[in-house]
């Protein structure tokens, strides 16, 4: 055993005598410790991640249950993860300024992908040894799930585990934004922020797919160079350049489309920023982070610059500004999974793939949460229960 791997099974216990056992919050927890003690003796452990209170990134713990036959109820499977992805909400939530979490504590991860281990009554469109993308509230930072098998997509026969779970809330959330609200168009602008992220680069590749459509993203510096790789037309610095100065330089009566992830004073930028007909998508607020723990300055800076717009200001401006989260369409099924059945099509066509930054094994969640954090991430980070990879 690595040292390593050692420290992290003594905080492993450290961690469960702190938290007590994972309450069945959401609908993808680890069962109750208890409930493996018929395990089979011969059986690693399962590992998984828990968030045991808010603030910094040593409030992420790596716990182990024993081992135990999967038992899904009827309409679950039960799946062995192979990855799992880090969103942007993830790192917010160990702040505590996410609002779509059950109560402490509870397993983190919206997402990802591995092989349905058993299936439960009543399950007819999967069988074991099928591999799988899992779409859930949360629960994913874990070797094994149980979920709803309506919470699990088929993978693309050529799709890697990675690729697979790097997919569905980035490329779902970029979609739902550009088409179903933004309603792009061929010839269209867009304004994509933090355009080398996750969301980011899932917005370029999915701009890529529309003729003739001119694309600002902001990204730090170092990152155009990808963000080019991927389509982007105009890549701004917003470390050094006033991205409204640049795009109305470029395009002096605005743009189509803006999609909103900052909140507080970029969101009223981004709808001076509009064209007539023009829509402002709004679907995060990252400028509420600032540092490894919540802000409260920031918190009340971007409360306070938040835009509004009255319905008698919005009819002569002829512009529509959209609030958007994937969190909150968990029970829209067959909305979601039409939107996953267009993103399979186009991963098969090769008009997207998933830009893998870095895959962290469980014990390096920390490092995981500060390559985000302090805006190193080109792409999707992800995490393996497994060995580590190269980063
Ligand atoms: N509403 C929904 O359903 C939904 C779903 C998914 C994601 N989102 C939102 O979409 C946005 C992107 O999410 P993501 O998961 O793809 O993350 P991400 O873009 O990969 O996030 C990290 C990158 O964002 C940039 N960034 C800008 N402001 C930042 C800040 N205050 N702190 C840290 N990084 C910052 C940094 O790149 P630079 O070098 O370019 O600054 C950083 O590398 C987030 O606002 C997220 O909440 C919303």
């Known amino acids: 055993m690595s040292a390593e791997r050692e420290a992290a099974e003594v905080a492993t216990v450290e ?8 309450e069945a919050a959401g609908d993808a927890q680890p069962p109750a410790a208890s409930e493996g003690a018929a395990a089979a003796a011969s059986a690693p452990p399962l590992r998984f991640l828990v968030l045991t209170g808010f603030g910094g990134y040593d409030k992420v713990k ?13 309409r679950q499977v039960t799946v062995r993860v192979r990855a799992s992805g880090l969103n942007f909400a993830d790192v ?42 899992v779409l859930v509230r949360c629960g994913m930072w874990q070797e094994e799930v149980t979920v709803l098998s309506a919470q699990t997509f088929l993978m693309p026969e050529a799709m890697t585990f990675e690729e697979a779970a790097a ?3 980035n490329y779902i959330t970029a979609y739902m934004v550009l088409f179903d609200f933004g309603h792009l168009r061929p010839g269209h602008s ?14 370029l590749q999915l701009c890529r797919t529309v003729e003739n459509v001119t694309v600002f993203g902001t990204a730090s510096a170092s990152k155009h160079e990808i ?18 100065e640049a795009v109305k330089k470029i395009s002096p009566k605005g743009v ?52 509004s717009v009255t319905a008698l200001q919005l009819l002569p401006a002829n512009r529509a500004v959209c609030g958007y989260h994937l969190g909150y369409l968990d029970d829209e099924v067959e909305l979601v999974s039409g939107v996953v059945s267009r993103l399979v ?15 962290w094994p469980f014990e390096k969640v920390a490092d995981a949460m500060k390559q985000m954090q302090e805006k190193k991430n080109v792409g999707k980070i992800l995490l393996v229960p497994g060995a580590e990879k190269e980063n």
Do not use: C
């Open 92 to 133: 917010m939530a160990r702040q505590g300024i996410y609002d779509r979490t059950p109560p402490l504590p509870y397993t983190p991860g919206m997402e990802g992908a591995g092989v349905v281990v058993a299936v439960g009554e009543g399950v007819q469109d999967r069988k074991v040894g099928d591999r799988v993308m």
């Open 227 to 244: 963000l080019k790789e991927n389509g982007v037309t105009h890549p701004i610095d917003y470390h050094t350049t006033d991205y409204v």
């Open 256 to 307: 189509d489309i803006v999609m909103d992830p900052l909140g507080g004073a970029d969101t009223t930028k981004g709808y001076n920023l509009l064209k007539p007909m023009g829509k402002l998508i709004t679907y995060g607020m990252a400028n509420l982070m600032t540092g490894p723990k919540r802000n409260l300055m920031a918190l009340a800076r971007t409360w306070w610059n938040q835009f």
């Open 190 to 203: 867009v304004l994509v922020h933090m355009a080398a992220g996750g969301v980011g680069i899932a917005a």
């Open 167 to 169: 997919l569905l809330v």
């Open 62 to 74: 790596l716990q182990t249950r024993p081992a135990a036959p999967p038992a899904p109820g009827p």
């Open 345 to 359: 099509a186009l991963y098969n066509q090769g008009h997207i793939k998933p830009h893998i930054d870095s895959v």
């Open 15 to 22: 961690a469960a005598a702190e938290a007590g056992p994972a």
